[in-house]
């Protein structure tokens, strides 16, 4: 199935995203070897050049390492680097924006709190 | 390196109009070249001469080294031309590949079976007998199974279903591995966003940007944008149009964030703003 892109990021970074997205789901396990750029372009009709930039990104930040010879992998301690990483941008881009968003709609922090309760809840 | 070059190709056809003048262009081992132009630039002429199909008036093309118009047998080998319109001989598609594959020195049976599969090919009634879209898979499927260093395709995506569409590009994909390279010209831009790597628009003048997709985002903005972000800059959008969205358009990017590409605006901006893109990218003129 070929994949279909946002018009908000470059692909190479929609497909940095989705691998993570993969690793925090468990679809990648720690340790376990990751599909190949080859592998990756050819199932989403993606340039493998593309696909290279974006693997290139997830080893230097340790998502995945390359064993030579025997292929990449998802890095031991990818899971918990790739949500420390999404937990700051939550914090510091997400979390200002909404806040923003919450005065425009006068809804007060104990309000949402409340609603976060019970959406939880269900 | 394995190249393509162009070095001051001139053409001009014997009873039309001159189409380049000192065409100067580089295409690289290991990419997916996107080719946009409007009718008439030329980019069916380019693949030509690559393919060694027209002789250049001036100037020459050379393929690894060799001269294309030559047409000698191990550079032609390293070559597949799928021109847009073409008739086929009276034979069905095996007995096609039965007598041109061994041409092929990369030609792989295995990727023949795949490919046929893939693009759902009918493969033992005559070429002559299918339809457009029949024989387009078909062709398509043996340009795959050459395994050819190039692949200059020429409108391919014209007269395929969705699903045809769909085999097209995961082929393109697995192709463009292993240091091939395809070059893919067309007027539906959406169908090889995210397929090529590197863009080539032409003109009437010549070339008016060649540049990859990493170099574009990098240069250029595409998106939404509010008119005091560009009053900011004292310069004009390189191409906007108001939806009910708000503006949309290509302006320069001035931050140190890679934008996405949309090809489609690009293609818009390279009509609407030639001369500025040209010098955006230093593309030389002619």
Request: with cysteine.
């Amino acid at each position: 199935m070929t994949m279909i892109f946002s018009d908000d990021k470059p692909i190479w970074q929609q497909i940095y995203d989705m691998a993570g997205d993969r690793v925090i789901s468990g679809d990648f396990r720690e340790g376990e070897r990751v599909p190949s750029v080859r592998e990756v372009a050819a199932e989403i009709g993606v340039n493998p050049n593309t696909v290279m930039r974006s693997y290139e990104r997830l080893q230097m930040d340790g998502i995945f390492e390359s064993r030579r010879g025997i292929g990449l992998f998802c890095s031991v301690g990818a899971r918990e680097k790739i949500l420390a990483t999404r937990r700051e941008s939550f914090f510091c881009e997400q979390l200002p924006a909404l806040s923003e968003r919450m005065k425009q709609l006068e809804i007060e922090p104990e309000q949402l709190v409340d609603e976060l309760i019970k959406i939880r809840q269900q | 390196m394995k190249t393509i070059c162009f070095t001051n190709t001139g053409y001009r056809y014997r009873l039309g109009s001159q189409v380049f003048r000192t065409l100067s262009l580089t295409l690289s081992e290991g990419h997916v070249y996107g080719l946009l132009g409007e009718n008439g630039v030329g980019k069916s002429t380019l693949m030509k001469l690559a393919a060694g199909v027209l002789i250049p008036t001036a100037g020459s093309v050379t393929i690894e080294g060799h001269e294309a118009s030559r047409r000698e047998e191990s550079a032609m080998a390293k070559l597949f031309y799928l021109p847009e319109e073409f008739s086929l001989p009276a034979l069905s598609l095996d007995t096609y590949c039965r007598v041109t594959s061994p041409f092929y020195p990369t030609f792989s049976a295995e990727a023949y079976e795949l490919c046929c599969k893939e693009l759902d090919v009918v493969r033992d009634v005559r070429l002559d007998k299918l339809s457009m879209g029949q024989r387009k898979r078909a062709l398509l499927a043996f340009a795959f199974a050459t395994g050819a260093q190039w692949l200059l395709l020429d409108e391919p995506t014209n007269g395929l279903d969705v699903a045809a569409k769909e085999a097209f590009r995961r082929l393109v994909a697995r192709y463009a591995d292993e240091g091939r390279s395809v070059v893919i010209s067309t007027h539906s831009v959406r169908e090889i966003d995210s397929l090529v790597d590197h863009l080539i628009i032409l003109d009437r003048k010549g070339v008016v940007l060649d540049a990859s997709i990493a170099e574009i985002g990098t240069r250029l903005r595409f998106g939404r944008f509010s008119a005091e972000e560009h009053s900011k800059w004292h310069e004009e959008p390189l191409f906007a149009e108001s939806t009910l969205a708000g503006t949309t358009g290509v302006t320069v990017n001035h931050s140190d964030e890679e934008s996405a590409v949309d090809i489609e605006m690009l293609f818009m901006a390279s009509l609407r703003s030639t001369e500025r893109l040209r010098a955006l990218f230093n593309t030389k003129n002619e």
